[in-house]
């Protein structure tokens, strides 16, 4: 069974700096690319970045490049986020997303999601 | 950027009822689509990728369509689980893209 659990949420005040992490189980993780997809309060579904399987290709929303950073390490099963310059438009939970096999931008299992909170 | 739109933002139906949420893309995509179902406080789950390839597990009444910049998923014979958020994405380019939900609501 796929599981993806995401840690690393909580409160965090403008202008600092989270890191997230997803550790994955039930499937070889080195195949597939890995995804972080967010949701604001309220809101729809936001992708954010992703990582190709062997991690050397990223991609990045707009609204994150240049703040976060995606990553992975293949060894412990795990992909990261981390997050610098926050501010309260990041606030929201933060999804882990695994893709599919040979269709890589669509994500067929997702975690529970963590949520961070920027305020003051 | 490739945008989504879906129509409509929300909808009411009965158990039973057959429903249908479109989404149109700013651009072509070919079939690099899917379709992800969300209830209240749940992660999405994936229904269908590949335009009209249902996820394993998904039940049958599920289906999807369309090709270029317009694609439906329609929903036939409601069942009460069905009654839940609906986001389409499109997955041809980064940066990848969702609709803005369809919330489906009992009627």
């Known amino acids: 069974e796929v599981q993806l659990l995401e840690s690393g949420g909580g409160l965090v005040q403008p202008g600092g700096s989270l890191r997230l992490s997803c550790i994955a189980s039930?499937?070889?993780?080195?195949?597939?690319?890995m995804s972080w997809v967010r949701q604001a309060p309220g809101k729809g579904l936001e992708w954010v970045s992703t990582?190709?399987?062997?991690?050397?290709?990223?991609y990045y929303a707009d609204s994150v490049k240049g703040r976060f950073t995606i990553s992975r390490d293949n060894s412990k099963n795990t992909v990261s986020l981390h997050m610098n310059s926050l501010g309260a438009e990041h606030t929201a939970v933060y999804y882990c997303?695994?893709?599919?096999?040979?269709?890589?931008?669509?994500?067929?299992?997702w975690g529970q999601g963590t949520l961070v909170t920027v305020s003051s | 950027d490739i945008q989504m739109t879906q129509s409509p933002s929300s909808v009411s139906a009965s158990v039973g009822d057959r429903v249908t949420i479109t989404c149109r893309a700013s651009?072509?995509?070919?079939?690099?689509l899917a379709w992800y179902q969300q209830k209240p406080g749940k992660a999405p789950e994936l229904l269908i990728y590949?335009?009209?390839t249902l996820q394993s597990g998904v039940a049958s009444r599920f289906s999807g369509s369309g090709s270029g910049t317009d694609f439906s998923l329609t929903i036939s014979n409601l069942q009460p689980e069905d009654f839940a958020t609906y986001y389409c994405?499109?997955?041809?380019?980064?940066?990848?893209?969702f609709g803005q939900g369809t919330r489906l609501e009992m009627k």
């Open positions: 997303a695994k893709s599919i096999s040979g269709y890589s931008t669509a994500f067929q299992h």
């Open positions: 039930g499937f070889r993780f080195s195949d597939y690319d």
């Open positions: 990582i190709s399987a062997s991690g050397t290709s990223t």
């Open positions: 651009q072509g995509i070919r079939s690099w």
């Open positions: 590949g335009v009209s």
């Open positions: 994405q499109q997955a041809n380019s980064f940066p990848l893209t």
